[in-house]
């Protein structure tokens, strides 16, 4: 990964990514598009800015699909950003993090990184307590995707992944269109296509903190989860395959209620075996886009979350694992639980668990996932 002078062409493709404001001008966000222009792996890097007719804005960096800043309103029309990142390119390059990602080829975790296809047992890599977390150490958050922005609202983001990429069977080709809607809705569209059998399982993965302070924590949010049952985990953050109830326990989040309320009751081994929450939960939304999957208040802001997801599951994870080593945006250090996750999936593990809806792909077949991150607020 080196740095390369920019040609007059890409300045021009720079400058009409961030609408056509002059290269020097700063996002409203405070980002400084030319700290996000480079090179990875012979591919351009840049930063793309989408702005929708409310004002809100939406910037994206094309190195592994990341959404790096959010910019909405608060109860008293201050423009606040909700999402947690760094303030350069060289940052997301050099520090492990999976800030606005768009995770690929499989979102969360694999067993022992073991995948079985046609009889044939395949070895991922084995990055996180002997499992293969978030497509392995190289996996698509530190990829470049091939940008195409279409207008001021939406981005096209191309991922061509080779066969054998992280021991992935198949030459697959992934798109994420974010679209940014008048109505303060981030939508995420996933398509992928492939050439031999093999598993898909895309997601975003921003930290959210609502009240637009990273430094205060998220415990007093309100969440709301549209799921009766939940998918436990061992020790090592890996599903044991049962389906459990939430009824009368801390993963209970069918009345909306604050993270902070039970987050620390470790008597209950889920919470201590999580860490917090780091929980997958089963929806009840049965793959209609149209119901609420979950809802995130912050009572600071008035900021509101509504995500909507096609998918049958969502990973709430409570940034368990910050600990104030690494510096965000605005020279901020990110602590423990001051942002949350809301990642629409299959269930973890799903290749090994063939009980559970199924993350196969196959040639011929075109992949789909669809989530909407809707913002609002309560005054």
């Known amino acids: 990964m080196k740095k390369q002078l920019l040609s007059i062409g890409f300045v021009a493709l720079t400058m009409i990514s961030c609408n056509n404001k002059p290269k020097e001008e700063l996002t409203l966000s405070g980002l400084d598009p030319k700290n996000f222009q480079t090179e990875v792996n012979q591919m351009p890097v840049n930063l793309y800015t989408l702005k929708n007719k409310a004002g809100m804005e939406v910037c994206i960096t094309n190195f592994g699909g990341r959404i790096v800043s959010v910019m909405v309103p608060d109860k008293k029309g201050a423009m606040k950003d909700v999402v947690l990142g760094f303030d350069s390119i060289a940052d997301y390059i050099n520090v492990p993090s999976d800030f606005g990602a768009s ?4 979102a969360n975790r694999i067993k022992d990184g ?11 890599p084995q990055n996180n307590f002997g499992h293969c977390l978030h497509g392995g150490p190289k996996g698509w958050q530190y990829q470049v995707y091939e940008a195409k922005p279409v207008n001021e609202t939406t981005l096209e983001l191309v991922r061509k992944s080779p066969d054998g990429d992280e021991n992935f069977p198949g030459n697959v080709t992934a798109k994420v269109t974010y679209t940014l809607t008048d109505d303060n809705a981030i939508d995420i569209k996933y398509e992928a296509t492939t050439d031999k059998k093999t598993v898909i399982n895309m997601t975003n993965h921003s930290y959210f903190n609502l009240s637009g302070d990273a430094q205060q924590p998220i415990t ?3 969440l709301y989860v549209n799921a009766d049952k939940f998918t436990p985990v061992d020790s090592t953050f890996m599903t044991t395959g049962e389906i459990v109830p939430v009824a009368e326990t801390p993963m209970d989040f069918t009345t909306p209620k604050t993270i902070g309320k039970d987050i620390d009751k470790y008597d209950y081994k889920q919470l201590k075996n999580g860490n917090g929450y780091d929980h997958n939960w089963v929806l ?3 793959g209609d886009i149209k119901q609420v999957a979950a809802k995130l208040t912050s009572p600071t802001s008035g900021i509101t979350l509504e995500v909507y997801t096609d998918e049958p599951g969502i990973q709430v994870y409570t940034g368990n694992f910050l600990d104030g080593t690494v510096k965000g945006k605005k020279g901020i250090t990110y602590k423990q639980r001051v942002a949350v996750c809301l990642e629409t999936q299959h269930y973890p593990d799903s290749p090994n668990k063939p009980e559970w809806p199924s993350v196969i792909l196959e040639p011929g077949q075109t992949y789909h996932s669809h989530c909407i991150f809707k913002f609002n607020v309560e005054k």
């Open 103 to 106: 995770i690929g080829r499989y």
């Open 284 to 286: 009840n939304t049965a």
């Open 114 to 124: 073991k995948i079985v296809i046609d009889g044939k047992t395949i070895q991922l």
């Open 220 to 222: 007093d949010n309100l």
